[in-house]
């Protein structure tokens, strides 16, 4: 299979400011202190992609997997090394950012469907496709969003997001928000994502479902890549698999769905 | 994230065909920076966020875009108070209220886009934390908003000229029209590097606010082009260097000058001769295009340089 995604020495430092203002860079200045330092958030990672692979992207809270994932996305770009893609990116990232709480339902779509880079033509197509998934009623798609409760409009910032065509498939955040059933009918559409074809890069905490979804898992210690390899090797060595034992029949309770990042 | 990659087929809520790349698909650069340019590409994106915030704007209000209207016009009134009534300046400009209101539209065109622009990324930090969008997107947004409250406010003002025996003219078009593109562009310039700089220190935008200030003054709105010849004499040469008085001016030229008689054209109410409007002012106006292009690059050069840090700053 063709590759997808390369990802060469890349490192993005983050800066730590000290002191924001005028009055505190003074007295920091004056009395001889550090006014800021930086860290590597992604340190010299290295990998390649192939075309269909599922990745599970692991890591402990602030081992800079969403930079990482930012980086691929093309919403960062990394300060030292390269990525490179091939295919459209879009994903599960971010889900219903730039919703404008005064906008109705129906203009939201279509803005927030442009932003993940549709085109007029694609958000007709999809448009009705969307609505379905959302599970809105119709009534309130000519309402403001921001009369939404929020599991509404969480549900519609994931139709949208999940109605992109895409070579490859972010997905971050997922299944954070939503209930029951449609966190299940989250899972079964990213499984059809997976089986389709297309890249899948998915970070999760939760042991099970990477297990389910990904046959290959990426681990970031530290901004470092430690672990590249087998999914249930990397599990172990993230220690998450003592969590509870496999058991397929329990995969759609809320640990194993469980909030994300 | 190229329209010519999508897979085509209608897919409801199935999941597109499998996707092969095949060898020779070319790598990308998740996060290209082609500038203004990327801004083009995806319109239909800045056609939505133009109309978002057109209609986000006054949502709730019950006068709505009437407030379009009325901002300009108090602002008119307070200036044809204090400045024609209270200074007496009705007398030595003659039409001192087109005078004005040809000047308020070029002004308040150039400081909306310029304040907004600057606050723009900032304000839509929740789409540049989060998503691969060209954050010139924002800026030029700001100033197409800004511009399409001018169209109100010319209504106004034609209105006005034509009671007052106004013909319009090939060269009064051309006037509007290259005093339009020079806000545009120069204002694009400079919400797109005070944009980018907000977003690094929020200091850029009250700086901004002064900086309006001396806008409003360094033109000829509430006095007139002639009072600097008098008052300043040679300086008057560099007065006209300032792109933005040259777009007033050529607006002046479009609606002011058609409304005086011969008398009033060439002599002030002392029987004197006077230049109401500089010579050349039109080779004036297409220069001003140019400086403001260059103006335009360099902003562009300097965004483009301040961009990475926009994620991770904002």
């Known amino acids: 299979m063709a590759e997808s995604i390369r990802v060469e020495n890349v490192t993005k430092e983050f800066t730590l400011r000290y002191h924001r203002t005028f009055k505190q860079v003074t ?7 550090q006014l800021s330092d930086t860290f590597p958030a992604v340190d010299d990672v290295s990998f390649t992609v192939s075309q269909g692979e599922s990745i599970g992207l692991m890591g402990l809270n602030g081992s800079g997997k969403s930079t990482l994932l930012k980086m691929i996305n093309g919403v960062m770009r990394p300060d030292h090394g390269t990525v490179r893609t091939r295919g459209r990116i879009a994903g599960l990232i971010a889900t219903g950012a730039g919703f404008h709480p005064q906008l109705s339902g129906k203009e939201n779509i279509m803005l927030n469907a442009a932003i993940l880079g549709m085109s007029e033509n ?17 009534k309130f798609l000519q309402t403001e969003v921001g009369h939404y409760s929020s599991g509404q409009s969480a ?4 139709a949208v997001a999940i109605h992109v065509d895409s070579e490859i498939f972010l997905a971050d955040e997922v299944l954070a928000v939503g209930d029951k059933p449609f966190k299940k009918k989250c899972l079964e559409r990213m499984e059809q994502v997976r089986d389709s074809g297309r890249t899948l890069f998915y970070v999760s905490h939760a042991g099970g479902s990477v297990k389910r979804m990904c046959n290959r898992v990426l681990i970031l210690e530290q901004g470092r890549l430690i672990f590249d390899g087998d999914v249930k090797e990397g599990i172990k060595v993230l220690k998450y698999d003592d969590e509870r034992p496999e058991d397929e029949e329990h995969f759609d309770s809320d640990e194993e769905l469980g909030a994300d990042i | 994230m190229t329209d010519s990659l999508q897979a085509g087929a209608d897919t409801g809520t199935t999941v597109e065909p499998a996707y092969d790349l095949g060898e020779d698909r070319p790598w990308e650069d998740p996060a290209p920076s082609r500038g203004l340019l990327e801004v083009f590409r995806r319109r239909y994106l800045l056609k939505l966020l133009v109309r978002r915030e057109i209609s986000a704007r006054y949502s709730g209000s019950f006068l709505g875009l009437i407030w379009s209207y009325i901002n300009p016009l108090s602002q008119f009134f307070i200036y044809f108070a204090i400045i024609g009534v209270i200074f007496q300046l009705h007398d030595s400009i003659p039409n001192f209220p087109i005078h004005i209101f040809s000047a308020i539209i070029i002004v308040h065109f150039f400081t909306e886009t310029f304040n907004a622009g ?27 908003v800004s511009l399409y409250h001018v169209f109100p406010q010319l209504v106004i003002l034609l209105v006005a000229v034509l009671f007052m025996g106004w013909t319009p003219t090939l060269s009064g078009v051309l006037a509007v029209a290259i005093a339009l593109t020079i806000i545009m562009t120069l204002g694009t310039a400079m919400a797109l590097f005070f944009s980018a700089a907000n977003v690094l220190f929020r200091d850029f935008a009250s700086f901004v606010n002064i900086l309006t200030n001396f806008v409003r003054f360094g033109v000829p709105m509430i006095y007139s082009y002639t009072m600097v010849g008098d008052r300043f004499g040679r300086f008057a040469d560099y007065y006209v260097l300032n792109p933005i008085a040259d777009a007033v001016m050529l607006m002046q030229h479009a609606f002011w000058i058609g409304t005086l008689t011969e008398q009033e054209l060439s002599f002030d109410d002392k029987g004197q001769a006077v230049d109401r409007l500089p010579d050349h002012l039109f080779t004036l106006g297409f220069t001003m295009i140019g400086v403001s292009l260059v103006i335009l690059v360099l902003a562009q050069y300097v965004f483009s340089k301040l961009e990475k840090q926009i994620p991770e700053r904002i």
């Open chain 1, 27 to 33: 007295v920091a200045l004056a009395r001889g202190r």
């Open chain 2, 118 to 144: 600057t606050r723009s990324i900032v304000r839509n930090k929740a789409i540049v934390k989060k998503m691969a969008v060209p954050a010139e997107m924002f800026p030029v947004a700001s100033m197409l």
């Open chain 1, 155 to 158: 549900r519609l910032g994931f």
């Open chain 1, 122 to 138: 694609e958000i007709a197509r999809k448009y009705d496709a969307i609505v379905d998934f959302a599970e809105i009623p119709t």
